[in-house]
């Protein structure tokens, strides 16, 4: 059965310290990661899609990396309105598309 | 804004009632996914339906049922509620091609007193 692990559960920076969120998985065979940015009573925002081992991708301050167990989404100088709760997901080949959520890191970036 | 509406965007009900929740997917996703998120827990995927037909069914009790109208709009119905079902519960949609992206809504709060 598929599974994604994200470390921390949550994470308290003081605004422009830099950090990374890992999230693990297993998967039969990965097809596609998602990031998403959740915040408090809000529905997921779709942030990347990573398809395979070494790909990267930037988004202001936030760049998501992937290797073959774990991708990282890594925040630089993070400021307070980037504190939310992200989500890793990840899809697996073949059959039906499931697409599996790991249950967030919650960010919590202090002015 | 997703392009994916929800309605409502809180309900208020009692147990043992029964609800409607409705959500229109992005323009041209055949796609509709339900999620069910309860109070500090992960998305919990519930059912699945493509182009009106059910696709998949994850973790969805037998009270609840769905589905998807000639016009892609999809309905959630959750009967004989109980306190537990209170959660937020989201719909998301996708293309569905190879990469399945999805887009959610802005959720539906259902408290159940």
């Known amino acids: 059965e598929d599974q994604v692990t994200q470390s921390p559960e949550a994470l308290r920076l003081q605004e422009g310290e830099s950090s990374s969120l890992n999230c693990s998985y297993t998967v039969s065979g990965l097809r596609g990661l998602f990031w998403y940015r959740q915040d408090p009573g809000k529905g997921p925002e779709f942030l990347f899609t990573l398809y395979s081992a070494g790909e990267e991708k930037e988004k202001e301050r936030l760049k998501a990396t992937l290797t073959k167990k774990e991708s990282f989404l890594h925040i630089t100088a993070p400021k307070p309105e980037d504190s939310a709760t992200y989500l890793c997901a990840v899809q697996a080949t073949g059959g039906y598309q499931k697409v599996t959520f790991g249950i967030g890191t919650k960010l919590q970036v202090i002015p | 804004d997703s392009g994916v509406t929800q309605t409502p965007k809180h309900l208020i009900t009692a147990t043992g009632q029964r609800v409607t929740l409705r959500c229109s997917p992005r323009?041209?996703?055949?796609?509709v996914y339900w999620y069910q998120q309860s109070l500090d827990q992960g998305l919990q995927f519930l059912i699945q339906?493509?182009?009106?037909?059910?696709?998949a069914k994850g973790n969805i009790l037998e009270r609840f049922s769905a589905q998807q109208f000639p016009d892609l709009h999809s309905e959630l119905n959750l009967s004989s509620l109980e306190l537990g079902d209170s959660a937020l519960y989201f719909c998301a949609s996708s293309v569905e091609v190879a990469i399945n992206t999805q887009y959610f809504g802005p959720g539906t709060r259902l408290t159940v007193l």
């Open positions: 323009s041209g996703d055949l796609s």
């Open positions: 339906y493509y182009n009106g037909e059910e696709r």
